[in-house]
């Protein structure tokens, strides 16, 4: 019998684990890394795809391609099945992920020296929280990408779930995950007796990492290209508000790939033309003309985690000399107010699936990169002030209680 890997198939960042005896390691990616980026680049002139940190780097050296991340938000839609022309072949997105996944499977190999066609991956409590049956297109979407990704038994546990195994050993109680990762925000209620964890109950809402950073760069950056100044009509002297539509896509992690076309860059021409302001236009241009949306996009998550701590900068030097926006701790508290209270919703609706009261948390187990935001935090420090707050291992805690899981199910 072949290992079972523990894959956690992140939308920011992917990590993968192993069982090995009683505990799970995880398997290094990408140079060493055990966690990377879930980014892929499609190389033009090289015509081959790069994936995780070598995307990110094919990205930033200003490589002929196409960049791509954020696709896990994609699975359960149309996108994923489209044929589409990329590297001169005719492809799907479902087949795009499937060679993500495939190095992945590669890599844990070379690294291990086992062979692996058996997988236990997590998945968000609710890839679409309003569409039940977008949700279980989007499972079905993912278990084809393993399939084709060379994996012959596949199976999936809540990823939430995962997290609470490894929080095994911390005590008695009652415990609460909340898993804030790049797309999705999951919750589990968990009770722990005799060091074994028992699921009460899960909850999920689909808002993550990824909706942050489109909220400030919709709030900093977007009014900066155009969004909310006027364009003049075509005739006579009446003026409107410039069309959301595009400025909402720019700063949609995901859909930042598919605006480069043609049609898009004669529709900001056209605005540019008849702008109120021509100049915010004209850098809106420049963006789409010299496909920018990524660098944006990075900068803004690069100022969203330094604001965090304390001051952070976007920096957009690549779209015009001298160009940066200062951002404070506050003004991140503020832009993402709206987020933390939906996560709060969603704990407190995870609760009452359980039954429990908040005062019955003895600890709340933070996990995944966008737990780690102060406003996240605060808003479960306020709503259980009573409990513990852990930092779990905010990029690995899933994928090793991935490994943990398909042990105990592998025994039994």
Not at 46 to 59: H, I, K, N, P, S
Request: net charge neutral.
């Amino acid at each position: 019998m072949t290992g079972r890997l523990g894959i956690d198939f992140g939308t920011s960042n992917t990590a993968v684990a192993l069982a090995d005896g009683a505990r799970a390691r995880l398997i290094p990616l990408g140079g060493g890394a055990v966690s990377i980026p879930t980014a892929i680049f499609l190389d033009y002139d090289a015509r081959e795809m790069l994936f995780g940190a070598d995307a990110v780097a094919a990205l930033i050296a200003g490589r002929h391609g196409r960049f791509m991340r954020a696709l896990k938000r994609v699975l359960g839609t149309s996108l994923m099945r489209e044929p589409r022309q990329l590297l001169n072949r005719r492809t799907t997105l479902l087949e795009v992920v499937a060679e993500f996944l495939a190095s992945i499977r590669m890599q844990a190999e070379a690294a291990t020296g086992q062979r692996f066609r058996r997988v236990l991956s997590g998945r968000p409590v609710r890839f679409h929280a309003a569409d039940p049956d977008r949700d279980l297109r989007a499972e079905a979407d993912l278990a084809e990408c393993y399939r084709l990704a060379g994996f012959t038994e596949i199976d999936f546990m809540h990823e939430p779930e995962a997290a609470a195994l490894t929080d095994a050993g911390a005590g008695e109680g009652l415990g609460l995950v909340v898993d804030i990762g790049g797309g999705t925000s999951d919750f589990t209620v968990f009770r722990q007796r005799g060091g074994r964890i028992e699921v009460v109950a899960s909850h999920g809402e689909r808002i993550g990492g990824t909706d942050f950073d489109k909220a400030l760069s919709l709030a900093h950056v977007m009014p900066l290209l155009g969004l909310g100044t006027r364009l003049r009509a075509a005739f006579g002297p009446d003026l409107h508000v410039a069309p959301v539509g595009l400025f909402h896509d720019l700063a949609t992690w995901e859909k930042i790939a598919f605006l480069y076309s043609a049609d898009t860059r004669r529709a900001a021409g056209e605005m540019a033309k008849v702008a109120e302001e021509p100049a915010k236009f004209a850098r809106l241009v420049e963006v789409l003309e010299m496909e920018l949306g990524h660098d944006i996009a990075f900068a803004v998550e690069a100022a969203k985690i330094a604001a965090n701590t304390g001051t952070g900068e976007i920096n957009l030097d690549v779209v015009e000399s001298g160009l940066r926006l200062g951002i404070t701790r506050d003004d991140l508290a503020a832009d993402l107010a709206p987020f933390a209270r939906q996560i709060g919703a969603g704990a407190t609706t995870t609760l009452a699936l359980a039954g429990v009261r908040p005062e019955q948390i003895d600890r709340v187990v933070f996990v995944g990169g966008s737990s780690l935001l102060h406003s996240v935090q605060a808003a479960m420090l306020r709503q259980f002030p009573q409990a513990r707050m852990v930092q779990a291992e905010a990029f690995a805690a899933v994928a090793k209680g991935l490994a943990l899981a398909a042990r105990a199910q592998d025994r039994g």
